[in-house]
């Protein structure tokens, strides 16, 4: 659908404003399945709301106020019981057995990295776990719907008897309940899919969440850097001069000090996480119109260093 491309575009532009650290921690193959899932899922979740759960809503209202003003408040009783009853116990056995889509949904991330066989061997262990939960909510409709038709036509069949009812009414009151049941069936399905869909949404929206650490704009003006830290983020402030937004600053960050065209580095550290340090105490000045060249030892170090 055609609303969902804002979102997308939102979406892939606040992963591009992301840090590199977060990048590096992260998988490619498994942020593109969270996204084409959770855009997926919107599309899902607003077709089976309009055109499956509220017409099934709306027959059963109608089934309510037929019986109850046609028949007796009795028959209207029994289909209200009943569709609660069967409503209920769809949505509890529903909501427990989330917990497989959840599941399912972290080894498939995983799986989107490695080799199509895995992922079909995962796919049939998928189907394996959640069986016995899907049987145990075919069962618990079925007795419902069983007892309900059951106690309608001892009523209905009391009623004829006794002259009350004809067999004509017997017959119509079977046909309807039995026609009645038939998208209660489908409602199951697709309460699972919508929980589904909300699920499949999850990690797509976890990555909206995400903090932007950095953010990098283009600008002709050149700054000094003074600080002394364990991370630019945590030693200085960050400026806006002509469009440049820097960092996000920490609560003990210092003030970022600007002069004519010179930066100077003191002491510098930066690691993009805890523990692993990318710069320690790297001391340079770059006066106005001077090259300064950053030579490693190492082609991954210096690798390193450029994408820093």
Request: contains cysteine.
């Amino acid at each position: 659908m055609s609303f969902l491309s804002p979102f997308e575009v939102r979406l892939f532009s606040h992963l591009h404003a992301l840090s590199l650290r977060w990048h590096l921690d992260r998988r490619t193959g498994d942020v593109l399945r969270s996204i084409d899932r959770g855009t997926a899922s919107i599309n899902n979740l607003l077709s089976y709301i309009l055109f499956s759960i509220l017409p099934t809503i709306c027959d059963v209202i109608i089934a309510i106020v037929y019986f109850s003003s046609y028949f007796s408040l009795w028959f209207g009783l029994i289909v209200l019981v009943c569709m609660v009853l069967y409503l209920t116990c769809t949505v509890l056995i529903t909501e427990w057995r989330t917990k497989y889509r959840r599941e399912m949904n972290s080894q498939d991330n995983n799986a989107k990295t490695r080799a199509m066989d895995s992922l079909l061997n995962f796919e049939t262990l998928c189907e394996w776990k959640s069986s016995a939960s899907l049987a145990l909510l075919n069962q618990t409709q079925n007795v419902i719907i069983g007892s309900g038709l059951l106690a309608g036509s001892l009523l209905c069949a009391h009623l004829v008897s006794e002259g009350q009812f004809q067999v004509g009414d017997y017959v119509l009151f079977g046909t309807y309940i039995i026609q009645l049941y038939t998208p209660l069936n489908w409602f199951g399905t697709y309460y699972r899919l919508i929980q589904s869909a909300f699920v499949d949404m999850e990690n797509m929206l976890d990555l909206l969440t995400e903090q932007v650490e950095c953010r990098y704009v283009p600008c002709p003006n050149v700054c000094v850097l003074v600080g002394k830290g364990r991370s630019p983020a945590a030693s200085v402030k960050s400026a806006t001069v002509t469009g440049l937004d820097m960092v996000q600053d920490a609560v003990d960050a210092q003030d970022l000090c600007l002069t004519a065209g010179r930066v100077e580095l003191d002491k510098v550290c930066f690691s993009y996480v805890p523990g692993t340090e990318v710069l320690k105490e790297v001391t340079f000045a770059v006066e106005p119109g001077q090259t300064v060249a950053l030579v490693s030892f190492c082609s991954s170090q210096f690798l390193y260093s450029s994408s820093f």
